[in-house]
């Protein structure tokens, strides 16, 4: 399978590459090193079935993927705390951008929860502001 994977360079999603190329898979990682390190996957890059793409997923994408793990968020609260606004920005906009990508591919999405507390949080304050 073609996979994506946001947030690729961080802690879970670098494991995670590491995993899908060694089941087969054919695997991008797409990240912009906010919270994770190009060192994380440095010893991926070479590998003919692996790719890096450097991108801020609050920009839309494009890529051919048959499974999406969208996991573009920082985790760590020194990493989420030091910027609410873009934090959120990650989450709701990151988070579009990899539901439409997955529905223009008709992909498979696999969505942190986190992802959608925040959504439904902002969902939810707008509704009562
Ligand atoms: N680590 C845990 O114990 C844990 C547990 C449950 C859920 N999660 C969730 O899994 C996901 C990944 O967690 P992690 O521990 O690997 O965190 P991490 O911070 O190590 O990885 C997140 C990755 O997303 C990237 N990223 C952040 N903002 C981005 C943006 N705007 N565009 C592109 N890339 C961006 C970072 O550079 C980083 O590589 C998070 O959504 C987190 O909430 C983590």
């Not at 990240?31 to 991926?44: C, E, K, P, Q, Y």
């Not at 959120?88 to 986190?114: C, E, I, K, Q």
Request: glycine share 6%.
């Amino acid at each position: 399978m073609r996979i994506l994977v946001t947030g690729g360079a961080g802690f879970i999603g670098s494991h995670l590459c590491e995993r899908l190329l060694a089941d087969g898979h054919d695997v991008t990682c797409l990240d912009n090193f906010l919270s994770g390190a190009r060192r994380n996957v440095a010893h991926l890059e070479a590998h003919p079935r692996f790719t890096l793409r450097v991108h801020d997923v609050t920009l839309p994408f494009e890529a051919e993927a048959d499974r999406i793990y969208h996991l573009a968020c920082p985790a760590s609260p020194r990493h989420y705390q030091s910027d609410p606004v873009s934090t959120v920005r990650t989450n709701v906009l990151g988070t579009v951008h990899a539901l439409d990508l997955a529905r223009w591919s008709r992909a498979r999405l696999l969505l942190d929860y986190r992802m959608l507390f925040f959504v439904y949080s902002c969902v939810i304050m707008h509704s009562v502001m």
